[in-house]
């Protein structure tokens, strides 16, 4: 499956709780700061499989 170049960056501000985020697309790794000063490096698979559980928290 192909990522578009904005779609992760979609996804993070739809979910929220995001302090700041950085994209690297050739690692296809995600940099981000929560909002409570965590810092954290997923990959693109880890950070899809994280949204899915942050929006299945709201929904619920």
Known sequence: ???TATAIADLIDRVGGVYSYSIDYDSRRV???T???ERV???FDD???W???Q???TVH
């Open 1 to 3: 499956m192909r990522i």
């Open 31 to 33: 940099f981000l700061t």
């Open 47 to 49: 950070i899809l499989r």
């Open 55 to 57: 929006m299945k928290r």
């Open 35 to 37: 909002m409570s000063g």
């Open 51 to 53: 949204v899915v559980e």
């Open 41 to 43: 490096e997923m990959t």
